[in-house]
T-cell receptor, first 116, second 114 residues
Framework: AQSVAQPEDQVNVAEGNPLTVKCTYS??????LFWYVQYPNRGLQFLLK??????LVKGSYGFEAEFNKSQTSFHLKKPSALVSDSALYFC??????????????FGTGTRLLVSP | DGGITQSPKYLFRKEGQNVTLSCEQN?????MYWYRQDPGQGLRLIYY???????QKGDIAEGYSVSREKKESFPLTVTSAQKNPTAFYLC?????????????FGPGTRLTVL
């Protein structure tokens, strides 16, 4: 089965500094990877996805993610963090169960805290 | 959250009661999903439906039931058989499941057992 790991429970960064939220994956075949963000007591919002093509994927709100096949990583990045970026971030991978249904498998989430 | 509504936002249940969580979407999506979110565990799939009148168990279906009588609606019932139902429940939809289509989420329902 496919899986993703988010090794950091929390990431702290000062406003204006670059941020990175880490994700590593374990898949057989080509990975389809996603990043979502969740604000308190809200649903998840889609940020970006990697299907194929360029290793640098640009998404919403100035976020981007770098796909690295050799390191099996898909880290989320932003050049300059905002206090409003503080939220819970989830990495996910598509898992094909062989039945035609392709579900998403989520990581445990990383809380990003941006200080003023 | 646009296009997917969940109600109620907060729900309190006494032990032994069944409760039903509503999920409606106006995105004309074929596939719908229910997830459970617990602190530190990410999201776990409860049930999913690829088409009207069809649904399948996910990873943690025990103690839950669903129906899919209309394309836009996918209600989840938390039964008294669910031993630890206190959690945040998220509904999602996507255009179809056979491709890498993005899932879009509703705002969630927080269920608390008293």
């Amino acid at each position: 089965a496919q899986s993703v790991a988010q090794p950091e429970d929390q990431v702290n960064v000062a406003e204006g500094n670059p941020l990175t939220v880490k994700c590593t994956y374990s898949v057989s075949g080509n990975p389809y990877l996603f990043w979502y963000v969740q604000y308190p007591n809200r649903g998840l919002q889609f940020l970006l996805k990697y299907i194929t093509g360029d290793n640098l994927v640009k998404g919403s709100y100035g976020f981007e993610a770098e796909f690295n096949k050799s390191q099996t990583s898909f880290h989320l990045k932003k050049p300059s963090a905002l206090v409003s970026d503080s939220a819970l971030y989830f990495c996910a991978v598509r898992d094909d169960e062989g039945t035609g249904f392709q579900k998403l498998v989520f990581g445990t989430g990383t809380r990003l805290l941006v200080s003023p | 959250d646009g296009g997917i509504t969940q109600s109620p936002k907060y729900l309190f249940r006494k032990e032994g009661q069944n409760v039903t969580l509503s999920c409606e979407q106006n995105l004309n999506h074929d596939a719908m999903y229910w997830y459970r979110q617990d602190p530190g565990q990410g999201l776990r799939l409860i049930y999913y439906s690829q088409i009207v009148n069809d649904f399948q168990k996910g990873d943690i279906a025990e103690g839950y039931s669903v129906s899919r009588e209309k394309k836009e609606s996918f209600p989840l019932t938390v039964t008294s058989a669910q031993k630890n139902p206190t959690a945040f429940y998220l509904c999602a939809s996507s255009p179809r499941t056979a491709y890498q289509d993005t899932q879009y989420f509703g705002p969630g329902t927080r269920l608390t057992v008293l």
